[in-house]
């Protein structure tokens, strides 16, 4: 539901105000004024209100910062069918995502400044979340020649990727990261060595060789994320390690960080929430990229996630349309749609008492903000005022075919969860009220 945008001045009351940049998780109250964050109270006084505005009392319901999510695909430009920017904009919203980062391994890749203009002056045209696109790294996504960086960056692309598509030629990587270094370009790449993954559709394990499935050792994410850790460690790039899947490599990105390395990590809801055995009797809704590893991975990207050496949670968003997905296993698309159930998703950790609000809260919203140098994911007076009002107890049972996303291949079909954005706002502007 996309209601009329509410433009005049908007006091939230009586709201749970949980802010990562200040540490602060407690009551208070918060005043919207053309668009920006006018003033914040921890002792819930909001005196001398504008005479126009609108007041909401949140009743004690969490009021943040709205969502970042830096890993979102949609089939635009040139797979409509699967998912538009509009569509994906309004999932978006609907999720209490109010800043999505879209991949550019599009038809055609997003990998000179024009395909980037594209994407800014569409998401302007549809006037709902903040669309930023990330640039390809090498042209169409090949892995061989450098893209245009610095041309997209100055365009407008917040940072470089092949998304799904490893860069095996170190050469090449080490060129792409000395000259995105020296600009300042942040670099993202997911850790998989082709040798080891090509045809793989499940993480090696007794499990995955009694279903007769084609496997992936986990070793294949270690190996290619050793040698980026030594090419950052070579060049100084800033380096954004994409969706760490597993225990092993964890244990290698720890070692980067304690030697000082620039680099972050993302870890996605999926991996968080789900572990091999999902896949069950061949559910191609759980197959995924990277594939699901073991409930010891699952635990210990958690405890990541929980300690901050993880840094960032995605929703990996992969919309794919029921033909692509009602197939044999090995013939499946791999991937789900997660911008409207990353949130309720991530308040199982909460629930569960394994991370604290406030944590899971900054890995969606100040973390993502930093690492793209935005002013959004806080509640300070002058920041921007995209915000999300949610009661983290509401129970869901989640129906794929109620999704807004124009592909329903959601992992989280039939599962109950809690949480419900009862409100979103991008720049002062309600684009979301749940009905």
């Known amino acids: 539901m996309t209601p009329a945008p509410f433009q005049g001045p908007i006091a939230f009351q009586n709201a749970r105000l949980v802010d990562p940049a200040s540490a602060y998780d407690g009551p208070g109250a918060l005043l919207v004024v053309d668009g920006v964050i006018a003033r914040v109270s921890h002792d819930g006084d909001l005196a001398d209100l504008p005479p126009a505005a609108q007041i909401i009392d949140c009743a ?6 709205g969502l970042i999510d830096l890993r979102v695909m949609t089939g635009e430009p040139g797979n409509e069918p699967k ?36 994407i800014l002056r ?8 903040h669309v930023y696109p990330a640039g390809a790294a090498t042209k169409g996504c090949q892995g061989k020649a450098m893209a245009e960086i610095g041309l997209m960056h100055e365009a407008g692309c917040v940072y470089i990727t092949d998304a799904d598509h490893p860069i095996v030629d170190s050469r090449v990587m080490r060129r792409l990261l000395a000259y995105a270094g020296g600009l300042g370009v942040l ?14 559709v499940a993480t090696e394990s007794e499990f995955s060789g009694r279903m007769g499935l084609a496997s992936e050792p986990v070793a294949a994410e270690t190996i290619m994320l050793e040698r980026d850790i030594a090419l950052v460690a070579l060049t100084g790039a800033r380096f954004l390690v994409d969706q760490i899947s597993a225990e092993a490599p964890l244990e290698s990105l720890a070692r980067a960080k304690a030697r000082g390395l620039p680099m ?4 996605s809801i999926n991996h968080l929430t789900f572990n091999e055995l999902d896949i069950g009797d061949y559910r191609t809704f759980w197959k995924l990229t990277p594939p699901l ?45 997660g911008l409207e ?41 002058g920041a921007p005022a995209d915000l999300i009002l949610v009661d983290p107890d509401a129970p869901r049972l989640i129906d794929a075919a109620d999704l807004i996303s124009k592909s329903k291949n959601s992992a989280f079909d039939g599962r109950r969860l809690q949480g419900r954005v009862l409100l979103t706002l991008v720049d002062g502007r309600v684009v979301h009220r749940a009905p």
């Open 293 to 337: 590893r073991a409930e010891s991975d699952r635990q210990a990207l958690i405890e990541a996630v929980a300690s901050g050496l993880v840094d960032i949670v995605v929703s990996a968003h992969a919309p794919a349309p029921p033909e692509e997905k009602r197939l044999p296993f090995d013939e499946a698309s791999p991937g789900a749609v």
């Open 341 to 381: 159930t990353l949130l309720p998703a991530l308040l199982t950790l909460y629930h569960e008492g394994r991370i604290p609000l406030l944590r899971l809260i900054e890995t969606v919203t100040l973390a993502p903000a930093k690492a793209l140098g935005l002013a959004a994911g806080r509640l300070t007076a």
């Open 264 to 267: 972050i990590a993302t870890a």
């Open 83 to 118: 998912e538009t920017l509009k569509s994906a904009a309004r999932a978006a919203a609907a999720g209490g995502v109010t800043s999505i980062v879209v991949q550019p391994n599009t038809d055609p890749a997003v990998d000179d400044p024009a395909v980037v203009d594209f």
């Open 187 to 200: 670099v993202a790449h997911r850790p998989a060595d082709p040798w080891l993954t090509t045809g793989a």
């Open 122 to 129: 569409r998401a302007r045209d549809i006037e709902l979340v």
């Open 60 to 65: 004690g319901g969490v009021l943040a910062p």
